[in-house]
């Protein structure tokens, strides 16, 4: 049962090394610019292919799940880093072909990029029961560090070499690390726990005795309402990461330069809620966690609009980004505990579909309230109004009946 204790450590290592890899695709931004003076397409033209490889990582991540549940992770995680890495250096023979970028590192890359996120989380998830929250937050925090890495090297790549090179370089680069510590995600012997761990009184209240499958915990509420919360939760900071220098500019009447330097600091929150409210769930439990991180955003969605200090208004908005982050350190532990570590991989990848949801509605609402003419206060205001309600969600949620699942393998036999 415990043999491989050691072991699991060096896996969880790998994981997050292949997620920071991951990661790299929230440097995008690194590239716009040199990507708009050189070729002369617009910011809106260049920010598209960021949004379609989001977009398609979302979906990816589920068919991803469920291939690992057939194939094993290994095989996932080797297949992530090809696509990934060949997306990225396709993008290298973009050359006044817009449509190709989006193919490359939109579409493939996307795909690579969503078998990739779900394998780390699900591997982790099996080989920690004892560190769920901690664990995961850890391998997502992973995925949120990797632009702090790869934008200045990127940076530096695209003053030496130009853009275009800079992408094959980095392709060969992904493909490389995601392979290479994708061959080391494998899953524990069936039944194993580590040694000497007893689920606490606690944990055993909070967690589903089955192991359900993907059509089992579809049809329970409880699936549909953690959903919910993510897409919630996600809403919410993304607003806010979609219009944070005009609303600092606005809010704080500083310049440009400075609002940029405050998103870069506020941003940092993403990474590092990650892995905190994860830690934090593993002792207050998933639920109560999302509880505390909607009331507290409530109060300071609030608070937002008044705060005429740079530094305050930054300080606010790094909590509130890790909140946010926090949400997609929390949920994949939520999932296992509720509906069991098996099936992790396609239960919690079609989940993450709240992600390109959310991306859609949080900012095309807040950007509405202002193309109507109302202030980034009324925006901020009806935010703090949605969480407030939202508050509902965690606090009604609690672990599924094992009827269904039970009913479910009754069936097969």
Request: proline residues 4%; glycine residues 12%; contains cysteine.
């Amino acid at each position: 049962m415990a043999k491989g204790n050691g072991r699991r450590w060096g896996i969880a290592l790998a994981g997050v090394l292949m997620q920071m890899a991951l990661g790299a695709v929230y440097a995008w931004s690194v590239f716009r610019t040199p990507l708009v003076k050189q070729f002369h397409w617009t910011i809106s033209q260049v920010t598209m292919t960021f949004t379609i490889s989001i977009f398609v990582l979302g979906l990816a991540a589920f068919f991803g799940g469920l291939w690992l549940n057939r194939k094993g992770p290994r095989v996932v995680a080797l297949t992530a880093g090809l696509l990934y890495g060949m997306g990225v250096f396709l993008a290298s023979f973009s050359a006044y072909k817009l449509w190709w970028l989006y193919l490359s590192y939109g579409l493939i890359g996307g795909i690579g990029l969503g078998f990739g996120y779900i394998v780390p989380i699900a591997v982790m998830l099996k080989w920690f029961p004892d560190k769920r929250g901690l664990m995961t937050g850890i391998a997502v925090g992973g995925f949120g560090a990797g632009a702090l890495v790869t934008a200045p090297v990127a940076t530096r790549l695209i003053q030496s070499v130009g853009v275009l090179q800079t992408f094959a370089y980095l392709g060969i680069a992904y493909l490389i690390v995601v392979m290479a510590t994708g061959w080391f995600m494998q899953n524990p012997p069936a039944g194993w726990a580590p040694a000497g761990w007893v689920p606490s009184a606690m944990q055993t209240k909070q967690r589903s005795a089955t192991d359900y499958s993907l059509g089992a915990a579809l049809k329970t509420w409880q699936w549909w309402a953690l959903w919910l919360v993510l897409f919630l939760n996600t809403s919410a900071g993304i607003s806010v990461i979609s219009q944070e220098s005009p609303m600092f500019q606005e809010i704080a009447k500083v310049s440009a330069i400075v609002a940029a330097g405050m998103v870069g600091i506020a941003s940092i929150g993403n990474g590092v809620g990650r892995v905190f409210w994860a830690w934090v769930s593993d002792a207050l439990t998933r639920r109560w966690t999302f509880v505390t991180m909607f009331a507290l955003q409530v109060v300071l969605f609030v608070m937002m609009p008044h705060l005429g200090s740079a530094p305050a208004l930054t300080t606010v908005t790094f909590v509130i980004l890790m909140c946010y982050g926090g949400g997609f350190g929390t949920m994949p532990a939520f999932a296992a505990d509720y509906f069991g570590a098996k099936n992790i991989g396609p239960i919690y990848g079609l989940m993450i579909t709240a992600w390109g949801f959310a991306g859609a509605f949080g900012p095309l609402l807040i950007a509405h309230l202002r193309e109507t003419g109302s202030s980034f206060a009324t925006g901020l205001h009806v935010i703090a109004g949605i969480l407030a309600v939202s508050i509902l969600a965690p606090v009604l949620v609690h672990p599924p009946r094992a009827e269904t699942a039970t009913r479910e393998a009754m069936a097969r036999v």
